[in-house]
């Protein structure tokens, strides 16, 4: 996708994106799915992948797991979604706080 190679996978519950590659559920057959673990790539490019995987991807496998209430709100999740191009539903104000959460070092 995008120059990205994407990956049908057993090896979890979920999709993924980690080093430039989108590890897809073998389940997944949502195009939205796709687009926002490309939004995950792009965040990894423009942040370095030390500070991705502590900002971004830890965060996301956490509230992955805890199977958190409007998941795709969390600002680690809605700026994928920007970048993407992905449109999911958000809680009100989401938008501000994924911006400021990504910018801040």
């Given amino acids: 996708y995008k120059g990205t190679p994407v990956l049908k996978q057993d090896i979890s519950d ?7 590659t989108i590890f897809l559920s073998s389940t997944s057959k949502d195009i ?3 687009k926002h673990e490309w939004g995950h ?6 942040m370095g992948t030390p500070k991705f995987m502590t900002r ?3 965060p996301s496998r956490i509230g992955a797991g805890l199977d958190v209430d409007d998941y795709y709100s ?3 999740e ?8 992905s449109t ?3 809680s ?5 706080w994924a911006g400021l959460y990504f910018i801040i070092p």
């Fill in 41 to 46: 790539t792009v965040q990894q490019s423009l």
């Fill in 32 to 34: 939205e799915t796709v």
């Fill in 92 to 96: 009100e104000n989401s938008g501000l």
């Fill in 14 to 20: 979920g999709s993924m994106s980690v080093c430039n």
């Fill in 56 to 58: 971004i991807a830890v």
């Fill in 74 to 76: 969390q600002p680690w």
């Fill in 88 to 90: 999911h539903k958000y």
């Fill in 78 to 85: 809605r700026s994928a979604d920007f970048f993407g191009g």
